[in-house]
């Protein structure tokens, strides 16, 4: 059973950093994507980034500039680094876990239950 556990969200002003992490179980990350989507309040939900097993990566192009995606294989973890949050970035952050590094929410078959960030002004 595949289990995606985000962690590392909180509550950060504007220009502060934070850096997110998903402990993922059951999952073999050498023959898939993994990604990090969000989801404000009211809106939608959108791909923020997206790492292969090769390493490549995709972002979504507002936030390419300050947020970092990477992935420790040993641990089964990824990461995302963000720096520079602004109050735009205040959403529910998720760990998904898919086929295609698209940063569309179809490709993703598995999802964790999400973790906070909220940037004040």
């Known amino acids: 059973q595949v289990q995606l556990v985000e962690s590392g969200g909180g509550s950060v002003q504007t220009g502060g950093s934070l850096r997110l992490s998903c402990a993922a179980s059951?999952?073999?990350?050498?023959?898939?994507?993994m990604g990090w989507f969000r989801q404000a309040p009211g809106k939608e939900r959108e791909g923020v980034a997206a790492?292969?097993?090769?390493?490549?990566?995709n972002y979504a192009d507002s936030m390419k500039d300050r947020f970092a995606i990477s992935h420790d294989s040993a641990k089964n973890t990824l990461y995302l680094q963000m720096k520079s949050l602004k109050p735009g970035d205040t959403a529910m952050y998720y760990c998904?876990?898919?086929?295609?590094?698209?940063?569309?929410?179809?490709?993703?078959?598995?999802w964790g239950q999400g973790t906070q960030v909220t940037v004040s002004s």
């Open positions: 790492i292969d097993s090769d390493g490549s990566t």
């Open positions: 059951g999952y073999t990350y050498s023959s898939a994507v």
């Open positions: 998904a876990a898919g086929y295609s590094i698209s940063l569309r929410s179809i490709d993703f078959g598995y």
